[in-house]
C-alpha cells in the first residue's frame, strides 16, 4: 500500500457465461477472495460473478457501491474513502476491463487525485481481442465507441472512419447496441467501397465465438447472426 491507503484493484469480469478462470488467471480469484468492497455498474450481475470465481465467499459480507446512471457525481467521490481508510477496493466493469468503453475510468481517475494505488488485473478485453484476431495494423488503431444513431449521421461517420483509417493506416474499430448489429453491418456493406476491409468479432470467448475479416465485396454473400449478440467491428483501409 502507498500512505497507509487501500489499493484499487480494477477487477476483469467474463463476456458471457464462460467459467472466469477459463479467460483469466488465478491471481484475479486470489483478489476477489481478499476483498469485500467492490465498485460496480450492476449489483446483481456483480454478486453472481463473485459467486461463481469464489463460492465460498459469504454474500453477507459484502459492500456494494453502485456506479449506474443513476449515481450522483457528489456520492460517486465518496467511494475511495474505503481506500483512504485503508481498505483495499475492486472496481469491476459489468463485462470485460473495468474503464475500457466502461464508466469505471471515472473512479480510476479519482483515485490518481487521490493518490491511491491503481492495480489493474489480467483478463479479457473484447476490444483488444477482436483487434488480435482481425489481422489488421496492431501498430496504429483507435477505438470510437458508439457511432450517431441517426441514418444519415451514422453513415457520414462510417466514410469518415474509412477516409481515416486510409489516410493514416489506421484500424477504427467501433461498437453498436448489440439489437441494431445487423443495421450497422448492412450500413458498412452499402456505405463502405468494395476493396475496404472491415472485420466483424462477436460473442467472444464464448462457445459460439465468431470472428471473420473480408473485403466489402465478399461480405455481401455472408449473413452472420449477430442480432442482439456483443459485436465489435473493425475498419481497415488500405
Not at 13 to 18: F, P
Amino acid at each position: 500500500m502507498e500512505n497507509n491507503k487501500g489499493v484499487l484493484y480494477l477487477i476483469p469480469t467474463t463476456l458471457g457465461e464462460n467459467e472466469p478462470l477459463e479467460v483469466m488467471p488465478i491471481s484475479v480469484k486470489k483478489i476477489v477472495e481478499e476483498i469485500d468492497c467492490f465498485i460496480v455498474e450492476n449489483e446483481k450481475t456483480a454478486r453472481k460473478f463473485i459467486k461463481r470465481i469464489t463460492p465460498k465467499k459469504a454474500q453477507s459480507s459484502l459492500v456494494i457501491f453502485k456506479l449506474d446512471k443513476y449515481a450522483e457525481d457528489l456520492e460517486i467521490r465518496t467511494y475511495l474513502d474505503t481506500c483512504e481508510k485503508g481498505i483495499s477496493i475492486g472496481l469491476m466493469s459489468e463485462a470485460g476491463v473495468p474503464a475500457i468503453a466502461d464508466p469505471g475510468a471515472v473512479i480510476v481517475k479519482l483515485a490518481h487525485q487521490k493518490n491511491i494505488k491503481v492495480v489493474p488485473l489480467v483478463g479479457p478485453s473484447s476490444i483488444l481481442l477482436a483487434m488480435m484476431a482481425s489481422g489488421f495494423n496492431g501498430q496504429n488503431f483507435a477505438f470510437n465507441g458508439y457511432l450517431p444513431i441517426d441514418n444519415s449521421e451514422r453513415k457520414k461517420a462510417i466514410k469518415s472512419l474509412e477516409k481515416l483509417s486510409k489516410e493514416k493506416g489506421q484500424s477504427q474499430i467501433f461498437i453498436e447496441t448489440p439489437y441494431r448489429n445487423e443495421k450497422m453491418f448492412n450500413d458498412l456493406k452499402s456505405v463502405l467501397t468494395p476493396s475496404t476491409k472491415f472485420c466483424v468479432a462477436c460473442n467472444i470467448t464464448l462457445q459460439d465465438e465468431y470472428i471473420k475479416t473480408l473485403t466489402v465485396k465478399e461480405w455481401k454473400n455472408e449473413h452472420p447472426d449477430l442480432y442482439k449478440k456483443p459485436t465489435i467491428f473493425i475498419i481497415h483501409k488500405e
